[in-house]
């Protein structure tokens, strides 16, 4: 009976390990240096284009770059080959694809800004990621922040709506709660 108080202790710690996480991998660690020295020296993107306003002139819409005079690091599909199979965590939105019976999103694209969908411009290909989450998880906000957690695979994946230089078979999709951050 005297360990009885340290039980309460020993539950806790147990908890908090089975809820241990990844820590969070940067967007940017997905970028090889060469794309990532491209980006910081890229001159300002003018954002003043009818989507910017609300007005979508953009016949495909999506993901895909379509504006051919920006910078070539904003088409890079250039891969971290380090990464490849490391199991990681990675915060971000989705752009969802499929969902499930249910109304649960199955397979999506995280991107690291919400809306990416619809800026201008959007993402390069190595900063999209293709994530198949076959539990699903319901989506009632695309610009509610999510943690997806799993083994990052280079993997291009091109659809109509994007092209993404990787993918995650995630283990665990959830939302950002407060306390995350």
Request: glycine share 6%; with cysteine.
């Amino acid at each position: 009976m005297r360990f009885f108080p340290l039980f309460p202790l020993l539950l806790c710690s147990a908890l908090a390990f089975a809820r241990a996480e990844l820590p969070e991998t940067d967007w940017l660690e997905l970028m090889p240096p060469a794309d990532r020295k491209a980006l910081e020296q890229m001159p300002e993107i003018s954002h003043d284009t009818p989507e910017a306003n609300g007005t979508f002139t953009n016949k495909n819409g999506g993901l895909k770059q379509t504006d051919k005079k920006l910078p070539e690091v904003m088409y890079s599909a250039k891969t971290v080959k380090s990464l490849d199979g490391k199991k990681l965590r990675l915060g971000g939105y989705p752009v969802p694809l499929e969902t499930d019976a249910k109304g649960r999103a199955t397979l999506f694209f995280l991107v690291p800004y919400p809306g990416a969908c619809i800026h201008v411009p959007p993402p390069p290909p190595n900063q999209i990621v293709l994530v198949r989450y076959p539990k699903g998880i319901r989506l009632d906000d695309i610009y509610a922040p999510i943690w997806v957690e799993g083994p990052l695979k280079i993997e291009q994946v091109s659809n109509d709506l994007a092209d993404a230089a990787y993918a995650i078979d995630a283990g665990m999709v959830r939302l950002v709660e407060d306390a995350d951050l």
